[in-house]
């Protein structure tokens, strides 16, 4: 009789194991179904067509499908459009798109600032984008050329991330640009929880030179990028692009100076760095003396488009090289 009851009891248990389990299962699925759900709600970024927009000019412009044939003149945007995955949609490039290398085997349609019309044309494009070096009334002629001209304008690190967001939801690639910046917001968190451990007392002063005897002021992304890095500009008391003073350069006496990599001075033939080293009286700068100088390529330094986070952590590591180690 115990056996027999003993049998019996490891049969209910075993049943009500059975029972829990396949409860468990279905209590699984469910929850797996419901995330399943949840997930396609966050990740499904479609663009719902007709889509009207407003560029940097505030012109607003209708799309009634995703852009199947675009042309790029500004290297930044081609880089942006690259990064989303529309390489095969692009029809036209600037003369000055090298980056990806894919970039540089599509069809050219001139300068930055005042592209070739004829060449766009011919691309027959649904989608124009103009960069910052774009003057607002080249955008307007082409739009008289019935083109659909989208200008975007980057002052700050907020508004190249934007444009990105943007240029995905016109071309319904929405998701891949939001993948993008938060790995850009990503760098900029661990670069910007760096700098905010330094003292203000031990901050580095900062000159950079982009172009031989330019350098930038204050509302300008690159000078964006030295302060996120916990660098002072010294020529943060100008607004925008500057031509250097070379005497308050050496009064200013920076720690660390940065130039943009591989570039030559037109009218003395010199490296930009040998020219920097050799004007009178620089000798005396501390970041001179000490050798803090640093060439960064100056394309990642000056395209307001993906990279840019990869210009602010080298930019980091370049003022201070004790805390942002790669």
């Excluded at 500004?74 to 600037?94: C, H, M, N, Q, R």
């Excluded at 008391?237 to 350069?249: L, P, Q, S, T």
Aim: aromatic share 6%; hydrophobic share 35%; net charge negative.
């Amino acid at each position: 009789m115990k056996k027999f009851l003993a049998l019996i009891l490891t049969v209910v248990m075993m049943v009500t194991i059975s029972a829990c389990g396949t409860a468990n299962e279905s209590s699984g699925a469910d929850k797996n179904r419901k995330s399943e759900t949840a997930t396609k709600e966050v990740t499904d970024k479609a663009t719902v067509y007709p889509l009207t927009v407003k560029d940097a000019t505030g012109t607003e412009l209708t799309f009634d499908k995703a852009p199947e044939r675009i042309v790029s003149t500004s290297p930044s945007e081609t880089e942006i459009l690259f990064a989303l995955g529309l390489g095969d949609k692009i029809y036209g490039v600037s003369d000055y798109d090298d980056y990806p290398k894919e970039a540089a085997a599509k069809p050219k349609v001139g300068g930055v600032t005042k592209p070739n019309e004829e060449a766009i044309m011919a691309a027959n494009p649904d989608l124009v984008i103009g960069g910052i070096s774009m003057k607002d009334d080249i955008a307007e002629k082409f739009r008289g050329l019935d083109l659909k001209v989208y200008k975007t304008e980057p002052k700050k690190i907020e508004d190249i991330l934007n444009n990105i967001i943007q240029i995905g939801i016109i071309t319904d690639t929405q998701e891949k640009a939001e993948k993008l910046v938060a790995q850009m917001k990503e760098d900029i968190r661990t670069v910007t929880q760096a700098a905010a451990t330094i003292k203000e007392e031990d901050k580095k002063k900062v000159y950079i030179e982009f172009s031989p005897g330019w350098t930038v002021g204050k509302g300008e992304f690159m000078d964006e990028l030295i302060t996120m890095a916990g660098g002072v500009n010294i020529a943060s008391d100008m607004k925008g692009w500057n031509a250097i003073n070379e005497e308050k350069i050496i009064q200013d006496n920076p720690d660390v100076i940065l130039y943009s990599a591989n570039v030559v001075d037109d009218k003395s033939g010199k490296p930009l760095e040998e020219l920097i080293k050799s004007r009178s009286g620089w000798d005396k700068i501390t970041a001179i003396k000490e050798g803090r100088l640093t060439g960064i390529e100056g394309n990642i330094m000056s395209r307001p488009g993906p990279r840019i986070t990869d210009a602010l952590k080298q930019i980091a590591e370049a003022i201070y090289p004790e805390s942002f180690k790669k």
